[in-house]
């Protein structure tokens, strides 16, 4: 049995195994001209399509601001969750190129992040 060639994979991550993973998922994709969507800043930048969704660094940045409180002496349970407040387009024009197809114009102004 064939199973049909996918048309584009679209990966959503974000715990810390699947952001050690990263080149052993982006580098298949990226070698058999699979365009891939990823929800993780870092990603696009391998490689890959476009991104959509927070940067693991500003997520570390802030689990290290709560550990920081806490080592000054403040009570774990007084510390606010914190959530991602900013999310980033990121499209990677290059990888655009390299699949033959053409850089969509009208998204180019809606991504916060272009790489060349």
Known sequence: MTLPRPAFLACAGADAMFSALQTKIVAPAARGGL???YNLREFASDRDLMSHGPSI??????AAMSADRVLEGANPADIPAVQPVRSARV????TVRSLGAPVPQELLPRVDTVIQ
Do not use: L, S
């Open 91 to 94: 499209i990677n024009v290059a």
């Open 57 to 62: 660094r500003d997520a570390y940045a802030g």
């Open 35 to 37: 365009p891939a969507i």
